[in-house]
């Protein structure tokens, strides 16, 4: 069919290159007729059964002798021509008698031994054959008929020179000669009663082997089985105890079965022979192998395992068996392992050979091949067993075992449940608790954290801790093992928790680098590598101090929150994991922080610009530039404002623009928003000066301290609240307090109801605001005539091209 090579059938379509083969119930024979046949052969017998089939391949066997054609008569008869056999002597069934199997394919037979054929002797001797010989003929005392009871050797190699003795009576030399079929061979006479006949090449299969006695030839219907040589090819092992009692598989070809029923299983079959020793029965498995049992030596040898089927014949492959000392184990080390396998273990005794297969068995799994160091020593790598104690054989050949096993204990593997933490940095120093079961795995407890293994004291059947080695960045296993020799568990997830190495965080700058030693300062650190696969697992050190989580933004900025500390300087260093490296760190200052305790003035214009004078308290003021960070001003939620130091002790700094309202001005040591709220000063901030509409009186005395009323406009949205603090008398300044203030309303005439209040007429834009406050002219003013304005401390007040109206009003001193 069409399709790819290893497609199945119905993949690649019909299939036209095929065989058939079928299968069909094995034949069962139940009787014969007849059930005898004279031992010339020849005689028609008539098989009686089940299961025939017309088939070419339909035969019989009969003992040995097969296949022999049949001709099938029916489904439950067939028959069958027998060949020639030796025959019953004396009418004895056990020699004569001989299994009648059938088979469909001349190959399988049916093997029932349900039909046996008997053999009578037949020919001209047939009497001479059943007559009874006298006391003096069979002691050989007085001459009589040549008669042959056995044949000691029926086999041998079609090519020839196989000595084969027959037992009888009545040989006499030289007009005894063996015939072997058609082929005659000189008889050597050992006396009376036995002959030798040398084998001639022959073909292989049966012939006949009679006697020939002058011109007499006897027919007792012996033969001789001609078969193909026998080759030993390999032998499995080829090394063994001198001990003996072990089994070897001996390859080859052409060997034989054992003889069946009325043939003689200790003349026919495979034997072996190792060396001089003597031939022991091989037991038969196939023309291609045999399996032979080694025998007993006294000492160490290389002998040849050869292969008789007669037991006389040897074959003359000469494939080498090494006998050698039985090698045996004195003690192990470790004698116990984990279960799950892989421990290298050393095993001392011996004597251990080169060139031997030397092995380990635990228990009933092996041998494993074991690496030989020297004559007393080896090493095994011990396989996955069950939890138990079992004993440990040495084995030279890989099959046959020690007599004296040791001990070996084979433990529950440890079961890593999870590891605290779960990552660290890569160079090492991590204190790991490792939670599982069956922890205790050995004399010298070991983490093994990726490929490598740590030693450990600290250790229980559920805990272990140990401390992390140097590793490259990545995820490793971190699991339990007794030592160096206990074999590798990266990849194995059973036996092991996920390890997380990665590089180390590495700081570079903090901004800003001073805080207050209350703490709460935020610090925005710059760096590499600041990440962490856990939450939370970033950390900020500064200097000593307990860690604190940091917040992180990226790889390269985090926020830090100091804690406090005391006043001075420290490294401020993040980690990813585990302590601080201490190469690469920032300095932070820990310094006091001043606050605000007066603010000249306390009010300012809302376009800014007001310089205002503070005292300072609980620390000194840090100009810019007199430490990393210097003090900076809170004003509102405008930060920072750079403060400047004055030669009174106080320090300055300017407001920002601002709408109308109250603020609270605050100081810090840093630029972030750690500003004391609770310690600050409020600041008033208002609309631009208003414009002084008449003073009354409008003149006064130079000296006097005259008081003097100023009436102004309010301008805009404004809140009685936020009113001039000052008059200024020209360049003069004089303190000024509200005396009243009021609205002018314009309602209309026809207004239903109660009129509206004035704050709301005055938000609809229909009220105008006056107000008035009072003063006290300057003592030291000179004589003549100025003008008199109002305005808030520190602001500038109102001009006449700012408000378009008159200008102020005049005011004289005299």
Known sequence: GDGPVGATAAFRGAVTNSATHTYYTQPYPVSLDPDSAGSQGGARITVHGTGFMDVDTLACKVGTIGPILATFLDENSITCVMPARRPSPRGDPQIGSYPLEVSLN??????????????????????????????????????GYTYVLDVRVPTGPVTGGTVSTIEGAN???????????????????????????????????FAAYEIITGATITTFGFQFHFHARAFVTLLEPDVGSTRGGEVVFVNGKNFLRSAEIGET?????????????????????????????????????DLALEVTLNRLDLTNSKRLYRVRNDPGFAFAAPYRAPAAGGTAVTVSGGPFREGTFLGCRFGTIGPVPAVMLDSGEAVCVTPSHVPQAVPLFATLNGKDLSQLPIRFHFRTPPVVESVFPEQGVTRG?????????????????????????????TVSPNVMACVSPPAPPGFVKVGV????????????EHQGAWFHYQAPAVTLAAHPPVGDVGGGALVRVIGNELISLEPGGLLCHFGGDAPSTARVL??????????????????????????????????????KTPFPAALFPTAGPTEGGAVVEATTAGADAYAPGSSPGGASAQFGTVWPLALRVSSRGTVEFVTPARAPGVFPVSFSTDASSTFANALALTFVT??????????????????????????????????????????????????????????????????????????????????????????????RAAPGWTTVTVAARGATPASIAAFGGAGPPAFEIR
């Open 686 to 779: 208002h609309a631009a000066s208003p414009e002084a509409i008449a003073a009354s009186p409008d003149v006064a005395t130079a000296g006097d301290g005259a008081v003097v009323e100023v009436t102004f406009q309010k301008r805009g949205v404004y809140d009685d609240a936020y009113v001039p603090d000052v008059c200024r008398f020209g360049t003069d300044v004089s303190s000024a307090v509200l005396v009243n203030t009021w609205d002018v309303c314009v309602t209309g005439t026809r207004l239903l109801g109660t009129t509206p209040a004035s704050s709301e007429m005055r938000g609809s834009g229909k009220c105008v605001g006056f107000a008035t406050v009072r003063c006290v002219a300057p003592s």
């Open 171 to 205: 040989f006499y030399e030289p007009q005894t000669t063996c015939r072997f079929q058609t082929t005659q061979s000189p008889g050597i006479i050992v006396n009376k009663f036995r002959l030798m006949c040398i084998t001639p090449p022959h073909q292989a299969g």
């Open 106 to 143: 001349a190959v399988d037979y049916s093997d029932l031994n349900l039909t046996t054929v008997s053999y009578f002797n037949e020919g001209p001797d047939a009497a001479d054959f059943e007559k009874s010989m006298t006391i003096e003929e069979a002691l050989g005392l007085v001459d």
């Open 265 to 301: 299983p200790d003349r026919v079959g495979t034997f072996c022979a190792l060396g001089t020793t003597s031939v022991e029965p091989g037991f038969f498995v196939s023309s291609a192998l045999v399996k032979c049992e080694t025998t007993n030596h006294v000492e160490e040898a």
């Open 481 to 492: 093992a007794d030592g160096a020799e206990d074999g590798n568990v990266a990849g194995k």
């Open 429 to 457: 120093g991590a204190r790991i608790t490792v939670v599982g079961s069956y922890l205790e795995q050995g004399e010298q407890a070991y983490c093994r954290v990726g490929a490598q293994l740590v030693a450990t004291d």
């Open 554 to 591: 990226s790889s390269a900025l985090a926020t830090c929150e100091s804690g406090a500390h005391r006043e001075g300087a420290v490294a401020l260093e993040l980690s990813a994991s585990g302590p601080v490296s201490g190469f690469n760190s920032a300095v932070f200052e820990f310094a």
